[in-house]
């Protein structure tokens, strides 16, 4: 199915042209705090970022169906912030992720984090993974979430936002979004993808993996990995490696995988046992490099 790029204008007036994304919004303003699968929340090492010369706190995006329940972070003066989307891990938009956003906000820029499970469900209720990923996760597919990034650009470009520096990134299963998002938009200028799955089984909810748009985005990507990701085999890292490089495609050709070898997956989730801080600062540090070097 084709689907527009919405850059400016009345979005709802669009509406028709993605039709698998009108069921409405179950989930109609984000919480506080972390999900319940990832309780209890390592304390000591969780990092929080004021908000201090910030504009922060949830917006309404019309999208498809309704209003979706977004975090925005920017500068509090001034307009024209590069945007940078970013997406989500497997358990919604709770406090690490909102913290991210002030992050990128604290170095100019304007950050969105769209609640992507919000006709699904609330992620935050769900004690279980599994009872998480088979209720809510399962249910979410690569187009309703390609149309409701595109929300979020469109909302953007209305609201001080410059849209012809745009960025993604993305964490877990936020990370995979990012690699498929970036070759879905041709106004993505680059994209950060941390620890997302590259390739997997297929279905009519997720129809493609990274691995397989590897040759069509459009906007470079910086993978970054873990070496002792369970979850992710080192072997389909090597063949998204390979992928990109015989791609024949700009934009592909100058993606990069960086893997820390030492580290498991979620190393960057300062919230949880798997944090790693030296690789973390690392990759954040990277991250900032990338988007500034292609022009985010």
């Not at 469900?121 to 597919?141: C, E, F, H, T």
């Not at 690569?142 to 990034?149: C, E, F």
């Not at 993996?209 to 970054?224: C, E, K, R």
Request: aromatic residues 8%.
């Amino acid at each position: 199915m084709t689907r527009s790029i919405v850059t400016s204008g009345d979005f709802d007036s669009l509406l028709p042209a993605i039709p698998f994304t009108r069921r409405g919004f179950i989930v109609g303003a984000l919480g506080a705090g972390f999900a319940l699968a990832v309780q209890p929340v390592t304390a000591q090492t969780v990092i929080t970022t004021d908000s201090n010369g910030l504009t922060a706190g949830e917006i309404k995006v019309p999208a498809a169906g309704g209003d979706m329940p977004a975090y925005r972070a920017q500068p509090a003066g001034g307009a024209n912030f590069p945007v940078i989307l970013v997406v989500q891990e497997v358990f919604g938009v709770h406090e690490h992720i909102k913290d991210i956003c002030r992050r990128l906000a604290k170095v100019g820029y304007q950050a969105i984090a769209p609640e992507l499970y919000a006709r699904q469900g609330d992620p935050r209720q769900y004690a279980n993974i599994q009872d998480l990923l088979d209720k809510v996760v399962s249910k979410v597919s690569d187009a309703q979430v390609m149309g409701d990034l595109d929300a979020c650009v469109a909302w953007a470009t209305r609201n001080g936002g410059d849209v012809a520096r745009l960025g993604i990134t993305g964490f877990c299963w936020g990370g995979r979004i990012t690699w498929l998002y970036d070759a879905h938009n041709p106004q993505v200028k680059a994209g950060v993808a941390w620890y997302g799955r590259i390739a997997g089984p297929a279905n009519d909810m997720t129809p493609k993996n990274p691995i397989d748009i590897a040759a069509q985005l459009h906007g470079p990507v910086l993978g970054l990995y873990g070496g002792q990701d369970q979850g992710i085999p080192l072997a389909t890292v090597d063949q998204m490696r390979a992928a990109l490089a015989a791609s024949g495609n700009a934009a592909s050709t100058a993606s990069t995988i960086h893997v820390y070898e030492d580290a498991p997956h979620a190393f960057n989730a300062d919230y949880r046992p798997s944090y790693r801080k030296q690789e973390a600062e690392d990759g954040w540090k990277r991250l900032l490099a990338w988007f500034k070097q292609n022009g985010v």
